[in-house]
T-cell receptor, first 115, second 117 residues
Framework: DTEVTQTPKHLVMGMTNKKSLKCEQH?????MYWYKQKAKKPPELMFV???????INESVPSRFSPECPNSSLLNLHLHALQPEDSALYLC??????????????FGSGTQLSVL | AQKITQTQPGMFVQEKEAVTLDCTYD???????LFWYKQPSSGEMIFLIY??????QNATEGRYSLNFQKARKSANLVISASQLGDSAMYFC??????????????FGGGTRLMVKP
């Protein structure tokens, strides 16, 4: 099983809503990531969890709140988002080692629209 | 300063022909890794190929090969015998430093490849 599964695939929410994005992997990976990708732009790193601890937060606004309940799951809780937060949110995982060649496995993403 | 530069926003290639996608990078590290990912319209980022800065041989993975020129800081992707399914966005990415914090990839702006039948 080499899949990273993200749900939902599409999400439309209002600026006052609270929603969550979910990501799951069963490859035994110990590092998990959230990336944000605006249309026609490259992915931008938001958060990194390493061994279930938040290790990197790339100055993301507090309306995005990550959570890693266990080594297989990663959530992104959304609250009071702005229309400019509309984007494709990609989850990824990697083995969690220190090798420079460690590759990331990505999910298909959640396309988020904030109205 | 941009660390990864992909100068071709869009490219066409005839089916069954080879195509080269350009990537140049900027780093002061001696040890780094270079990656290429493919992103079809479905959104998923698919790993294609990896080249380490100390690797003496150019990486190859099936129809994909990486033309690594360290002195020029370029890592071009070569796709041989293009197929219609190769039409997608292609991203070059670099990992400069690594520690237990995870794999910090910086992506280039991408090249959209369109394969013509």
């Amino acid at each position: 099983d080499t899949e990273v599964t993200q749900t939902p695939k599409h999400l439309v929410m209002g600026m006052t809503n609270k929603k969550s994005l979910k990501c799951e992997q069963h490859m035994g990976h110990r590092a998990m990531y959230w990336y944000k990708q605006k249309a026609k732009k490259p992915p931008e790193l938001m958060f990194v969890y390493s061994y279930e601890k938040l290790s990197i937060n790339e100055s993301v606004p507090s309306r995005f709140s990550p959570e890693c309940p266990n080594s297989s799951l990663l959530n992104l809780h959304l609250h009071a988002l702005q229309p400019e937060d509309s984007a494709l949110y990609l989850c990824a995982s990697s083995q969690g080692g220190v090798g420079r060649g460690e590759k990331l496995f990505f999910g298909s993403g959640t396309q988020l629209s904030v109205l | 300063a941009q660390k990864i530069t992909q100068t071709q926003p869009g490219m066409f290639v005839q089916e069954k022909e080879a195509v080269t996608l350009d990537c140049t990078y900027d780093t002061s590290d001696q040890s780094y890794g270079l990656f290429w990912y493919k992103q079809p319209s479905s959104g998923e980022m698919i790993f294609l190929i990896y080249q380490g800065s100390y690797d003496e041989q150019n990486a190859t993975e099936g129809r994909y090969s990486l033309n690594f020129q360290k002195a020029r800081k370029s890592a071009n992707l070569v796709i041989s015998a293009s197929q219609l399914g190769d039409s997608a966005m292609y991203f070059c990415a670099m990992r400069e430093t690594w520690d237990n914090a995870g794999n910090m990839l910086t992506f280039g702006g991408g090249t959209r490849l369109m394969v013509k039948p």
